[in-house]
């Protein structure tokens, strides 16, 4: 379908650029370039084969052209219309008078300049206030800062002597807690030793409950044995008393 839209563009263009073309008007010919002009804008017809540039030129063809230049000049984008005049006019008028107006303002360029001048004079004073004024807070707040590191530091200092004095603690808590258990099992050894010796006084209470017996018990029969001996002495003395006399 391109192909065939092309072919036909083609020829087209090539029909028109033959008819263009009178059999007597060549390349020689001396109106050659002004009638291939005229016949390229259409102001001159195409209808016949020939220009027959002898032939006087009649008010019928006269008008002919006149109507084709008019319809060219209307309607050709190369050339201004009248509308296009007056609109560049207007345009033409309204930048003279931007023009007037812009030299009056230049005028007022000086004193707009030494305006400006003072302002800036006028910023750049009170930039340094506020330059200065933020210099010294900077100052205060680096001080801030330092103040802020200094109570760091002492803080990790705090902190390591805590974490030092926590291992301390603990080191000392599991001591005492070793300590704790040895003394436990020392006064569970001490309680079985007390049990033993309390059960060992029971025991050796009861074996002087029964000597305490037992001298009771000789000591009665010492005193039946020493009557007796006693009562044998004086018989044996009597006895003998007895003899001797």
């Known amino acids: 379908m391109k192909k065939l839209i092309s072919l036909i563009v083609v020829l087209v263009v090539a029909i028109a650029a033959f008819s263009l073309g009178f059999k007597d008007v060549t390349e020689d010919y001396w109106a050659y370039d002004y009638v291939t002009n005229l016949t390229e804008k259409g102001i001159i017809p195409t209808d016949e084969d020939s220009f027959n540039g002898f032939q006087p030129l009649t008010r019928a063809d006269a008008s002919v052209w006149l109507t084709r230049l008019l319809t060219y000049v209307e309607n050709s984008p190369m050339i201004a219309k009248y509308e296009d005049i007056q609109r560049v006019e207007n345009l033409l008028k309204a930048t003279n008078m931007k023009s007037e107006e812009l030299a009056k303002q230049l005028e ?12 800036i004079l006028k910023l750049k004073y009170d930039s340094f206030g506020q330059i200065d004024e933020l210099n010294s807070k900077i100052k205060e707040l680096d001080k801030k800062i330092d103040g802020v590191d200094q109570g760091w530091k002492k803080y990790e200092d705090l902190l390591k002597s805590v974490q030092a004095s926590y ?18 099992e020392d006064l569970l050894d001490l309680q079985d030793q007390l049990d033993e010796a309390t059960t060992d006084m029971a025991s050796l209470s009861s074996k002087v409950e029964e000597t305490n017996k037992k001298v009771t018990t000789l000591e009665g029969k010492t005193d039946h044995t020493m009557i007796w001996i006693g009562i044998a002495v004086a018989a044996a003395l009597g006895v003998a008393g007895i003899i001797v006399k």
């Open 108 to 119: 007022g360029i000086p004193e707009f300049e030494q305006r400006i001048t003072r302002n």
């Open 167 to 184: 291992n301390d603690v603990k080191m000392a808590a599991y001591r005492g807690k070793n300590m704790a258990n040895s003394l436990t």
